[in-house]
């Protein structure tokens, strides 16, 4: 699994003999390009203040350009998922009852991060939740690779991204120099976003705290220094304390709304509401109206934290998420108007009977997570098929009820 870019550097470093290239010789020919860059880089990384013996502990081992990073470098989803699944996916009835389960067994720290930087605890469940599933998704090996390995691979084989691999290379070997990790804990995602939290090597850099006093920034193992991190990100972003990221609202029918910031007393006098009927407790604040799902979908007034979120992850739907986990964990209700969602909905245990259910017939080789992706999608369809239902792929209690009769 070499890009085509990798494969022409390697056709163009044996130009002029007359070869033909045997796929059984493309990856040694490939790594010894990926090893001649390692040596290149090596004086990038001195005038950027990394000695030559943390660059030997860095890349020790490292020979070869990692195939998976490339592949899930180039994978690109054939279609955007509606807001129905991508919502349902991350708030859903699990999510919710571990970030409560979180918050009981981490009490005594988030106590003191909440008093240290003013924000939320549920905010940062919901963070936790959104980037590593609490943690779990740290036990599996595609979220734990080597950062070096894979930025390196970036930089070399995937001109898209290597300026930014370039960058956050350097970044991760100035984190393993200052000792806050050693070499073989310096794990991370394809793109190298690491620990608990997800940061990339500069956002650590910039941000990353000890908040359990070991001497050492530890977002990978210590549950307080990665929740910590989260929350000096925000705080430093201007996160105000004590409010909250926005309020779902109902629109009066039939007019149209301005673009742009303007005060809730505003918002108000135009008469748009919040959905629970109370009024908004800073009517002075200013507040921006989204529709993430169009008119049809649930409408929101988006304030001053909303934004702050997006400094996490630019896209309104993350930042949305989060706020929308952390008011649930929090013991707030769900959504008054739904999605737009062209069947009847299953609960989480629900959607995982589906899941269960498609595997044993055959159809369906994936996880039971009660998330749906491609690939319980095209399972359903082919189920669908068979059963002579229309082959929307949809997670419905009209599939659910079906398959139980198979
Ligand atoms: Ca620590």
Redesign the pocket.
């Known amino acids: 699994m070499f890009s085509r870019r990798a494969v022409n550097r390697c056709l163009a470093a044996i130009a002029g003999m007359a070869l033909i290239l045997f796929s059984a010789a493309a990856p040694a020919m490939a790594d010894a390009g990926f090893q001649r860059w390692v040596a290149e880089f090596r004086s990038v990384a001195a005038a950027n203040g990394i000695s030559a013996s943390t660059y030997d502990r860095a890349f020790r081992g490292v020979t070869a350009a990692d195939p998976e990073v490339l592949e899930k470098a180039r994978y690109q989803p054939e279609f955007k998922s509606p807001a129905w699944q991508y919502f349902d996916n991350r708030v859903n009835e699990e999510a919710v009852a571990t970030g409560r389960a979180m918050a009981r067994k981490w009490k005594p720290w988030l106590d003191r991060i909440e008093q240290h930087y003013g924000v939320s605890r549920y905010i940062l469940l919901g963070i936790w939740s959104m980037e590593s599933n609490y943690g779990e998704a740290l036990k599996n090996d595609k979220v734990m690779r080597n950062v070096v390995r894979s930025l390196a691979t970036l930089a070399y084989a995937d001109s898209r991204r290597a300026k930014f691999a370039r960058t956050q290379l350097i970044s991760a070997l100035k984190i393993l120099q200052r000792g806050d990790i050693d070499v073989h804990h310096l794990t991370g995602s394809w793109a190298g976003a690491m620990g608990h939290t997800q940061f990339i090597p500069t956002s650590y850099e910039a941000y990353a705290v000890?908040?359990?006093?070991?001497?050492?920034?530890?977002i990978w193992t210590?549950v307080?220094?990665a929740l910590a991190t989260a929350a000096n990100l925000l705080h430093r972003n201007g996160w105000r304390p004590g409010e909250t990221w926005g309020y779902e609202v109902s629109l009066p029918a039939g007019r149209k709304f301005p673009a742009g910031s303007m005060s809730l007393s505003h918002w108000a006098s135009i008469g748009v509401a919040r959905t629970n009927g109370k009024a908004f407790p800073a009517p002075s604040r200013n507040a921006e109206l989204k529709v993430p799902d169009g008119r049809a979908g649930p409408a929101f007034l988006m304030t001053k934290n909303f934004f702050v979120l997006k400094r996490y992850n630019n896209a309104d739907t993350y930042a949305l998420a989060v706020g929308l986990l952390a008011d649930q964990i929090a013991g707030y209700g769900g959504l008054a108007r739904d999605w737009n969602r062209p069947f009847e909905r299953l609960s989480f245990n629900e959607t995982q009977e589906l899941q269960k259910r498609l595997l044993s017939l055959g159809y369906y080789d994936g996880k039971i997570d009660g998330k749906i992706g491609e690939a319980s999608r095209s399972a359903i369809r082919a189920f669908q098929a068979q059963a002579g239902l229309t082959q929307d792929g949809h997670p419905s209690k009209e599939v659910l009820q079906t398959l139980r009769r198979f």
């Open positions: 000890d908040f359990d006093g070991d001497g050492r920034r530890d210590s307080p220094d």
